[in-house]
């Protein structure tokens, strides 16, 4: 008969071996939409293993238009343990949709990244005036339709729209626009005459299109 199993402590117990597993790393939001120098920060972690190791954190690009380079102020961070960030700024030199990755290894050659898309767009949309609101008139909420180009100036498309602002005497429902017609209606007007009603419309790069006047 075999005898009884005793329970270890301390020092005479087997040491189970810590499994180590992929650390999180997080590059930054889905897409951004950019026209000029940003900065981006990525992180790394892992709180499940409370491994404290260096780190080697690197920017790379993964994909990109054609003759498109992405520049980074600061492609690699070695940092000394984990809940590690790199910061760097970006820019890129052709307008175009880019994926941008974060690798981050450890000295035992574990590795794991996170990508980013940068959406790279430095056109201006432009506003063109395709149906004019009848005058005289009296319609106190009367419509114009306004044509869009550039306001997705980078393809593909990722649901882009531009933000519409107002300037003068009017004020519309409309906050945004797509490219294409565009029947932005007015808020409700007093009798009288307006000439200094406009519209212009700024991209999600934050390109700023003209100045449109509404002809009343």
């Known amino acids: 008969e075999e005898p009884a199993s005793e329970e270890c402590e301390g020092e005479d117990c087997p040491v189970e ?3 180590q597993q992929k650390f999180t790393v997080y590059a930054g939001v889905d897409v951004y939409y950019k ?22 954190m690197r920017w790379s690009l993964i994909s990109g238009p ?4 992405v520049i980074f102020s600061k492609a690699k961070c070695l940092v000394p343990s984990f809940a590690a960030y790199c ?73 882009r729209f531009g933000y519409i602002t107002y300037g003068g005497a009017c004020a519309g429902h409309d906050v945004s626009a797509k490219d294409g017609n565009n029947a932005i209606e007015l808020l ?15 991209d999600m790069a934050g390109n700023f299109s003209n100045v449109l006047k509404i002809s009343k």
Do not use: H, M
């Not at 054609?66 to 380079?69: E, F, I, L, M, T």
């Open 87 to 159: 910061k760097t700024e970006i820019s890129a030199t052709k307008d175009g949709v880019y994926k941008i990755r974060l690798k981050v290894s450890n000295p035992k050659k574990i590795s794991s990244y996170d990508d980013v898309a940068l959406v790279w767009d430095t056109t201006a949309p432009i506003l063109k005036e395709v149906k004019k609101i009848p005058t005289p008139g009296n319609d106190p909420n009367p419509t114009v339709v306004i044509n869009s180009t550039a306001i997705n100036a980078v393809k593909p498309v990722y649901n």
């Open 17 to 19: 071996p810590k499994v």
């Open 66 to 69: 054609s003759g498109g380079k």
């Open 35 to 56: 026209n000029s120098v940003f900065e981006l920060t990525g992180e790394a972690s892992d709180l499940k293993t409370g491994l404290s190791e260096p780190l080697d």
């Open 188 to 202: 409700k007007l007093d009798d009288g005459a307006y000439d200094d009603c406009t519209i212009q419309a700024q």
